[in-house]
Antibody, heavy 116, light 110 residues
């Protein structure tokens, strides 16, 4: 079964850091673009950023709201993608999802991040 | 950045009746390869979003054929031919030609 599982969320104070993980199973992880999307409480969906596959030099793109604070990386040997979040702000609170591919055809269940 | 605008923001439909959601982008979503990168998702209460339609009109695996997508350039529509109770949730359009901008979401209620 294809699956993505996010982990690493929790309660953190403003200005601190947190690292989220996205662990994949049942998919050819290295072939896929991996993205992170967040959803603030009661709000819509916002792309945080994504990392391309090795075929595309693992290049990354970020939303303006997180650029310079958040970093996405990947470990294809262990089928894990990471979201390193630094200098967290209260407005970073929300559910963080990882997903796969150009069309986001596979999503994890999300992990809650609360900055307070 | 591309701005995606959905209308309406909420929709109340009687089961068995059709529903339609519009999505307009601030720029063309047609890529140089001729493909149009507009997709639709449904997020049911308490769940992750799920892909319904990709590249304007292609139903994703397992999506009922009562869902259809159409449009071109900057104007797109998601239609449900006969709404069922399980279709309740928030629908989002999303572009993937630039930085994956989402529409604001349309809440569908029965």
């Amino acid at each position: 079964e294809e699956q993505l599982v996010e982990s690493g969320g929790g309660l953190v104070q403003p200005g601190r850091s947190l690292r989220l993980s996205c662990t994949a199973s049942g998919i050819t992880f290295g072939d896929n673009l991996i993205s992170w999307v967040r959803q603030a409480p009661g709000k819509g969906l916002e792309l945080i950023g994504f990392i391309r596959s090795k075929s595309y030099a693992e290049t990354t793109e970020y939303a303006a709201s997180v650029k310079g604070r958040f970093t996405i990386s990947r470990d294809d040997s262990n089928s894990i993608a990471y979201l390193q979040m630094n200098s967290l702000k209260t407005e970073d609170t929300g559910i963080y999802y990882c997903n796969r591919g150009w069309y986001f055809d596979l999503w994890g269940r999300g992990t809650q991040v609360t900055v307070s | 950045d591309i701005v995606m605008t959905q209308t309406p923001l909420s929709l109340s439909v009687t089961p068995g009746q059709p529903a339609s959601i519009s999505c307009k982008s601030s720029q063309s979503l047609v890529y140089t390869n001729g493909k149009t990168y507009l997709h639709w998702f449904l997020q049911k209460s308490g769940q992750s979003p799920q892909l319904l339609i990709y590249e304007v009109s292609n139903r994703f695996s397992g999506v009922p054929d009562r869902f259809s997508g159409s449009g071109s350039g900057t104007d797109f529509t998601l239609k449900i031919s006969r709404v069922e109770a399980e279709d309740v949730g928030v629908y989002y359009c999303m572009e993937s030609i630039h930085l994956y901008s989402f529409g604001q979401g349309t809440k569908l209620e029965i």
